[in-house]
């Protein structure tokens, strides 16, 4: 995932709850249709579509994890040890941050087997991160040996990509907002946050909180590219950016 840890105004339990409430749910009897493969040997797409078919789904927190737990079914009458895994993407080709976890097992011929994959380490999310997948756009990708079986999108893709970066080491606190209005921001350490991906216009700014000589940056990020950026390594300094999107 993200680097990046801060984690400004975060709840995690608010926030598993919040994903729950998304509808991530089963997608019982899904086999993809993607895929281009030419359904001779074992690693064929079709071929490997007509051995395997997800049954079902669920999605429960597990302490920090969010975990997919899935039922896949053998439909051949031969013992198979297929690899089952995952990719969730947070923003469009995982832009705040993409996790893959897999599983491999032996199912026998007319048989299921249950098996558990990580989708994200919540603890590990940006502020960012959080919000996206709450408010913006992600997708789940499961595969069975390396075969697309399910590809599912949730919320909508934005245009552009908009956030806003401090970079420091101690406490700091600030101000961000667009045209539509301006929320407090506090941190300890670097921290990655959110931006309406719609505004024309975003300002923001941190403060040091200690009387150290450490730089404090703040940047303000269109598509993950840097296109302003401000710093100060005075005692208490404040930096202050306000950019045209």
Not at 39 to 44: A, C, I, N, P
Not at 62 to 81: C, F, M, R, W
Request: proline share 1%.
């Amino acid at each position: 995932m993200d680097e990046d840890s801060g984690m400004v105004g975060y709840e995690r339990r608010a926030f598993l709850a919040g994903f729950s409430s998304l509808g991530v749910t089963a997608l019982a009897g899904c086999s993809g249709d993607t895929g281009s493969g030419d359904g001779s040997g074992g690693g064929g797409d079709d071929n490997i579509k007509q051995k395997y078919e997800i049954l079902d789904n669920e999605m429960d927190g597990s302490g920090d994890a969010q975990i997919s737990t899935l039922t896949v079914e053998n439909k051949t009458d031969k013992e198979l040890n297929p690899t089952v895994s995952v990719v969730f993407d947070i923003g469009a080709d995982g832009h705040y941050g993409s996790n893959t976890d897999e599983q491999s097992v032996s199912i026998g011929g007319g048989e299921t087997a249950e098996m558990s994959l990580e989708l994200y380490d919540a603890d590990a999310l940006t502020e960012v991160a959080v919000n996206e997948i709450q408010n913006g756009y992600f997708s789940i990708t499961y595969l069975i040996d390396e075969v697309e079986m399910s590809f599912q999108e949730f919320g909508d893709k934005p245009s552009q990509y908009v956030s806003f970066k401090v970079l420091y080491d101690g406490g700091w606190q600030g101000a961000l907002g667009t045209e539509g209005g301006q929320r407090s921001i506090s941190g300890q350490g670097d921290s990655h946050l959110p931006v309406d991906n719609g505004a024309n216009i975003v300002s923001g700014n941190a403060q040091k909180q200690d009387g150290g000589s450490g730089t404090l940056t703040v940047q303000i990020l269109v598509d993950g590219e840097v296109i302003s950026e401000q710093s100060t390594s005075a005692e208490y300094g404040v930096a202050q950016i306000s950019e045209n999107i």
